[in-house]
């Protein structure tokens, strides 16, 4: 079988999921990035270790979400290297994308919090979004959701320094309690009487 026979098989069951793909030529495509918010995490992490855990940090870099955008400036119905039938969207560039031409192609784009998470683990690479609306919407919940959890580790370092300083105080007060007390001995005396009995003498003016 030649591959155009190949192509218009592949074609004619999946003219309208072809056509969407091939209609969003000068439109963009849009994907979810995750990236850590300290670039000396992982040096902060070592040198903690190197130096006996004296410092403290958090077990994880705290992340931000983005969505990056792409341009779609070519589209093409060819074959991949196995023989599959495919929609090649911006060939030979960093942002090719390769939609397999099958009835599951008019699922491609959509966005979906599992497809979301594919995407930002890196488990496709042809994975893509074409409601950039909705894939912020997404995005910008889990951006959310780390702000939570570096709010939660604010509150919990800020508790406690306010014991350390509540013990810095403390510790302040024992030593002023203790220089007073050693100072009112230090100004006695103690003298014996004639009938066996003794007399403190304070000896401030």
Do not use: W
């Not at 589209?75 to 960093?94: A, F, R, Y």
């Amino acid at each position: 079988m030649n591959k155009e026979v190949t192509l218009s098989l592949a074609i004619a069951p999946n003219r309208t999921a072809i056509s969407s793909v091939g209609s969003s030529l000068g439109c963009s495509f849009s994907k979810p990035e995750a990236s850590s918010c300290l670039v000396d995490y992982d040096k902060k992490i070592q040198d903690a270790k190197n130096i006996g855990s004296v410092d403290i940090v958090m077990n994880r870099a705290p992340r931000k979400f983005r969505v990056i955008t792409t341009d779609v400036v070519s589209t093409k119905v060819t074959t991949d290297l196995d023989g599959t039938v495919i929609v090649l969207v911006n060939e030979g560039l960093d942002s090719e994308i390769r939609i397999p031409v099958n009835a599951d192609m008019s699922k491609a784009g959509i966005v979906t919090d599992d497809a979301v998470a594919k995407a930002l683990k890196g488990e496709d690479v042809n994975i893509h979004f074409t409601d950039i609306e909705k894939l912020a919407k997404i995005v910008n919940n889990l951006n959310q959701n780390e702000k939570t959890r570096l709010n939660k580790v604010i509150e919990d370092a800020q508790l406690a320094i306010k014991r350390i300083d509540s013990a810095v105080a403390e510790n302040i007060k024992k030593v002023e309690t203790y220089k007073r007390e050693t100072s009112n001995n230090s100004n006695t005396s103690v003298l014996e009487n004639g009938d066996g009995g003794s007399v403190q003498i304070n000896l401030h003016d």
